[in-house]
């Protein structure tokens, strides 16, 4: 049944970014039992102050700065498992137990290196000004139902039809824009057979 008395609120930012999203929902945080972050990338991320403590977060929704918050990373999320692990190694080095508070969909679509080479091509064909995480090509790559989600690191055959078709389809791209860089089947399954354990855990 709905409790008229328990409140959804929800941040959006209408520009480009930069708004103070992040510094808001620190606020709000501090009456909430949820934070949830329903899509973006690891991009320049939001500063947060505990104290004296400055903490830069790229994909971890602020929330987390709060005990008994608990705080989700939802499917529409583009998720770079590596900058993922070092902002939790960073929180848990400055005292801030995550466990049993972070939460990660495992519909949310996976930022692979290949993607990061496609961007950074992008870049340095144009200027239209990414941070180079990959990002874009990671969406593109989910709205084409070609990208590689959270739960595919459970099936090692659907990962391993994935990531070919995924580097094929990023070494074509890359060959277009006259970039020397390819990406590599093999490297890229080390690269998630790696993240998988701590990820599905």
Known sequence: MFDASRRTLVVVGAQWGDEGKGK???????????????????NAGHTV??????????????????PGVRCAIGNGVVL??????????????DGIDVTGRLYVSERAHLVMPYHKLIDGASTASKAIGTTGRGIGPTYEDKVARRG???????NPTRLRTLVEAGVANANGRLAMMNCD???DVEETLATLAHCAPRLLA
């Open 24 to 42: 808001l929902v620190d606020v709000l945080a501090e009456r909430a039992d949820w934070v949830v972050r329903y899509q973006g990338g690891a």
């Open 49 to 66: 102050h505990i104290g004296d403590k400055k903490v830069v977060l790229h994909q971890i929704p602020s929330g987390i700065m709060h």
């Open 80 to 93: 770079d498992p590596e900058k993922l692990f070092g902002e939790i190694d960073g929180l848990v080095a």
């Open 148 to 154: 590689v989600r959270v739960l595919d690191l459970r």
């Open 181 to 183: 860089a390819r990406a």
